[in-house]
């Protein structure tokens, strides 16, 4: 059998989290992710990597079918359900997500890796840019958490929220200060003087 530890995924987690509540079938599972606004931490923008996960979980013996639901006016419906290991492992996951950082690879700092590649001035744009969208989704977020809690919502459901935008908040004022060292040209470069750094790095590189 596959080794499970592999089979971790934030939507994996979310599917046993979810079956843990009740069993439902996929369609109710996508719903609820939307619904609760989990979307934002889970990738479901297709709706077939929830199908996907499911069948995965199912290999592995962490859900089971409960029933088929069939009606005439809808197609027929597959409802499932936490298996005991599945909430030994859900339960396992939580603990090893919340407690050891992962080593994940996010595109930004690829980006940053490499923005020599670009012009001071075209990378200046661009994280321009960056700043104008980082303040967007800030600003959204924290509207749609200000409007939850307003309706009642207990902040223990809403603390993936707090974090994105603590997360965020620091990498706005970040990106700010490079933008700053950009315009200020505190930092910058040009073609020759790359060419000059990868000749001394390469030349002390081979002694």
């Given at each position: 059998?596959?080794?499970?530890?592999?089979?971790?995924?934030?939507?994996?987690?979310?599917?046993?989290?979810?079956?843990?509540?009740?069993?439902?079938?996929?369609?109710?599972?996508?719903?609820?992710?939307?619904?609760?606004?989990?979307?934002?931490v889970v990738n479901?923008?297709?709706?077939?990597?929830?199908?996907?996960?499911?069948?995965?979980?199912?290999?592995t013996g962490l859900?089971?079918?409960?029933?088929?639901?069939?009606?005439?006016?809808?197609?027929?419906?597959?409802?499932?359900?936490?298996?005991?290991?599945?909430?030994?492992?859900?339960?396992?996951?939580?603990?090893?997500?919340?407690?050891?950082?992962?080593?994940?690879?996010?595109?930004?700092?690829?980006?940053?890796?490499?923005?020599?590649?670009?012009?001071?001035?075209?990378?200046?744009?661009?994280?321009?840019?960056?700043?104008?969208?980082?303040?967007?989704?800030?600003?959204?977020?924290?509207?749609?958490?200000?409007?939850?809690?307003?309706?009642?919502?207990?902040?223990?459901?809403?603390?993936?929220?707090?974090?994105?935008?603590?997360?965020?908040?620091?990498?706005?004022?970040?990106?700010?200060?490079?933008?700053?060292?950009?315009?200020?040209?505190?930092?910058?470069?040009?073609?020759?003087?790359?060419?000059?750094?990868?000749?001394?790095?390469?030349?002390?590189?081979?002694?």
């Amino acid at each position: 059998m596959a080794d499970r530890s592999r089979q971790r995924s934030p939507l994996a987690l979310t599917v046993l989290a979810l079956l843990a509540e009740a069993p439902m079938h996929a369609y109710r599972m996508h719903d609820l992710i939307r619904r609760r606004g989990k979307d934002t931490v889970v990738n479901v923008a297709q709706r077939n990597s929830v199908y996907q996960t499911i069948a995965r979980l199912r290999r592995t013996g962490l859900i089971r079918v409960q029933q088929t639901l069939r009606n005439e006016s809808r197609p027929e419906r597959v409802v499932y359900e936490i298996t005991d290991e599945g909430r030994a492992t859900l339960t396992r996951w939580l603990k090893e997500m919340l407690a050891a950082p992962a080593q994940e690879y996010p595109d930004f700092p690829a980006a940053l890796a490499f923005v020599p590649v670009l012009s001071p001035k075209d990378a200046l744009r661009q994280l321009e840019l960056r700043v104008v969208a980082i303040e967007a989704q800030l600003a959204q977020s924290q509207t749609v958490t200000r409007g939850l809690l307003a309706d009642g919502l207990p902040r223990l459901f809403l603390i993936e929220d707090d974090y994105k935008q603590v997360m965020l908040k620091a990498e706005l004022a970040w990106v700010k200060r490079l933008v700053g060292e950009l315009k200020s040209k505190g930092l910058t470069w040009s073609p020759q003087w790359l060419r000059k750094v990868a000749a001394t790095f390469e030349g002390s590189g081979s002694s």
